[in-house]
């Protein structure tokens, strides 16, 4: 059972930092893509960011280009998110895909963690 275990969350301020991880009990590389996505209070979850493996790719949702880097190291997955807005608050997650129809889709997706929290205020 593939078990993704996301850390990192909490409060800032805007225009602050905060770096997320999501530990997968297995190699990172052993998915076909994997993503951060977001679900604000009320609203529809939405994909993030995106590393596609065999692409050798990211992507980025347009309201984070620029402040998100996602990054990858052996069983983590990172999301290194600046200048934080308000309207980045949200729970976090981590998803992977084990095809590429499943790649920035949540509901696609093989496997999911259980999100982390980070609020951001004004």
């Known amino acids: 059972q593939v078990q993704l275990v996301e850390s990192g969350g909490g409060s800032v301020q805007a225009g602050g930092s905060l770096r997320l991880s999501c530990v997968a009990s297995?190699?990172?590389?052993?998915?076909?893509?994997i993503s951060w996505f977001r679900q604000p209070p009320g609203k529809e979850r939405e994909a993030v960011a995106t590393?596609?493996?065999?692409?050798?790719t990211s992507s980025y949702a347009d309201s984070v280009k620029g402040r998100f880097t996602i990054s990858k190291d052996k069983q983590y997955l990172y999301l290194q998110m600046n200048s934080l807005k308000p309207e980045d608050t949200a729970m976090y997650s981590c998803?992977?895909?084990?095809?590429?129809?499943?790649?920035?889709?949540?509901?696609?997706?093989?496997?999911w963690g259980q999100g982390t929290q980070v609020t951001v205020s004004s």
């Open positions: 998803a992977a895909a084990s095809a590429r129809s499943g790649c920035g889709s949540w509901s696609r997706s093989a496997f």
């Open positions: 590393i596609d493996r065999i692409e050798g």
């Open positions: 297995v190699p990172i590389d052993s998915f076909y893509c």
